[in-house]
């Protein structure tokens, strides 16, 4: 199985701030990196896949790059409604796993 | 737009067969991949496995002595049966589809069910 990290585990950050999550992959994944925002008591929603390309409807603000094995997701200037937990997870090959997930919250 | 709902047992016994099913609104099951995906209580999500439209199942090897996906076009429902479970299985459980073009991209999802393994 292909494993999956992110770095931090959590962090806290102001209305405003650009925020960056890393995500590393155990082997090469390409460019199969996708990222979920959950809330809490909701399901995931699909942010971005591909790496880079945005999922219709999701805020310009939302941005992801990387390719092989490290990836990053960033919030240009994060807004209320944009604190959550954040997963990355490979599409690359079965079993298709998810990093721990890493909390974003208000400082 | 293709909306998705989970249901079954929000209780099963230790030792038993939890069985749960997505039902489908909003498009067809042709032509998808349709996934499975759990999150215990405070922790991340695990994939348990997916099906195609034509039948074909891969699991997660973790689970797959366990599970069973299947597919029920006239219903447009798709269910899952994990058996023989234990505490560690309490999880909310998520159904989501997928398209041919990337199978591993889940969107969108159900809004999850609960399942406590407790007797």
């Known amino acids: 199985d292909i494993q999956m990290t992110q770095s931090p585990s959590s962090l806290s950050a102001s209305v405003g701030d650009r925020v960056t999550i890393t995500c590393r992959a155990s082997?090469?994944?390409?460019?199969?990196l996708n990222w979920y925002q959950q809330k809490p008591g909701t399901a995931p929603k699909f942010l971005i896949y591909?790496?880079?390309s945005l999922q219709s409807g999701v805020p310009s603000r939302f941005s992801g790059g990387g390719s092989g094995t490290d990836f990053t997701l960033t919030i240009s200037s994060l807004q209320p409604e944009d604190f959550a937990t954040y997963y990355c997870?490979?599409?690359?090959?079965?079993?298709?796993?998810f990093g721990p997930g890493t909390k974003v919250d208000i400082k | 737009q293709v909306q998705l709902q989970e249901s079954g047992p929000g209780l099963v016994k230790p030792s038993e067969t939890l069985s749960l099913t997505c039902t489908v609104s909003?498009?067809?099951?042709?032509?998808?991949?349709w996934t499975w995906v759990r999150q215990p209580p405070g922790k991340g999500l695990e994939w348990i496995g997916y099906?195609?439209?034509?039948?074909?199942?891969t699991y997660n090897p973790s689970l797959e002595s366990r599970v069973t996906i299947s597919l029920d076009t006239s219903k447009i429902q798709f269910s899952l049966k994990l058996s023989s479970v234990t505490a560690a299985d309490t999880a909310v459980y998520y159904c989501?589809?997928?398209?041919?073009?990337?199978?591993?991209?889940?969107?969108?999802w159900g809004q999850g069910t609960l399942v406590t393994v407790s007797s």
């Open positions: 989501a589809y997928s398209t041919t073009w990337c199978g591993g991209c889940f969107d969108p």
């Open positions: 909003g498009g067809s099951i042709s032509n998808y991949y």
């Open positions: 099906i195609f439209y034509s039948g074909s199942t």
């Open positions: 082997q090469s994944i390409s460019s199969s």
């Open positions: 591909a790496a880079s």
């Open positions: 997870q490979q599409s690359y090959s079965a079993p298709f796993t």
